[in-house]
């Protein structure tokens, strides 16, 4: 019968500093809270202020207030109708809305993004969390992020309304018309579907389950598609913040007469 020794464990090593790193490791959480910070209160601001949200010559309707099915709403904006009250506590797409803010916090990139930078869970690779107690989204309120497949369809009914939005407003005082609003409102909803597109869960559902992708060809070209798609997420995702915001504020501006918009035709 033979032995076979055990080495002791080692001792961890007896470093008093909080981390070893020596670059710049906060600047990225902070330019996150930075980033997303300013965007969530101009966006708050704006769908609780219920006005300069509609430009009935052109037609154009910012994606803050679409769908507009709010009784307060102008006639011609509801393009789905009016059935919820006005009120100022409640938003003009308050239909939407609730299910939007879902899709985003449950995204992966954004559970990421809000994680390391509100939560400290971690700030950064190679620097401890800031909780004692890690249990992972195995409890609520972090157990509602398993339900980000179902926003993602959710997300897909509000792109095709903002798409519906887009053509309605290819339209000037004597019918047919395309200005720069036209450009702006067309490049948001095209960044809007490269992002929608890009989620982890739609790339599953492409051919996540698939066993044998030479079975399924049209399956593999459109998982293909979307897994190059999905390398740009996190990209996506700011630029959508930044086409959303873009969006709004040039629909708020010549809503509010602040400037005329640029005409290419009508």
């Known amino acids: 019968m033979t032995t076979t020794a055990t080495t002791p464990p080692r001792p961890r090593a007896a470093i008093a500093a909080k981390t070893l790193r020596t670059d710049r490791w906060w600047l990225a959480p902070l330019l996150t809270v930075l980033g997303l910070g300013a965007w969530v209160t101009y966006a708050t601001v704006r769908v609780f202020q219920q006005d300069n949200y509609w430009v009935d010559k052109y037609h154009y309707l910012t994606p803050f207030y679409s769908p507009c099915v709010s009784k307060g709403c102008v006639e011609a904006s509801a393009e789905f109708g009016r059935f919820l009250p006005d009120h100022p506590l409640l938003p003009y797409a308050a ?7 879902l899709f985003r916090l449950t995204c992966y990139y954004y559970r990421k993004a809000y994680y390391r930078s509100f939560w400290l869970s971690p700030p950064a690779c190679a620097v401890p969390d800031g909780h004692k107690n890690y249990k992972g989204e195995t409890k609520f309120p972090l157990l509602g992020q398993n339900l980000h497949r179902y926003f993602f369809y959710a997300a897909v009914a509000i792109s095709l309304i903002n798409t519906w939005d887009a053509v309605v407003a290819m339209h000037s005082p004597d019918g047919f018309g395309f200005g720069l609003g036209n450009v702006v409102l067309w490049v948001n909803v095209i960044a809007l579907w490269a992002y929608t597109a890009s989620c982890h869960s739609c790339r599953h559902i492409m051919g996540g389950r698939l066993k044998h992708f030479s079975k399924h060809p049209v399956r593999y070209r459109a998982w293909s598609f979307v ?3 999905n390398t740009r997420h996190m990209g996506l995702a700011w630029t959508t913040l930044a086409t959303l915001a873009l969006t709004d504020f040039y ?3 010549v809503a509010a007469n602040w400037i005329t918009d640029f005409r290419f035709v009508g």
């Open 95 to 101: 239909l939407t809305l609730p299910f939007l803010l």
């Open 227 to 229: 897994s190059k798609l």
């Open 251 to 253: 629909v708020m501006a």
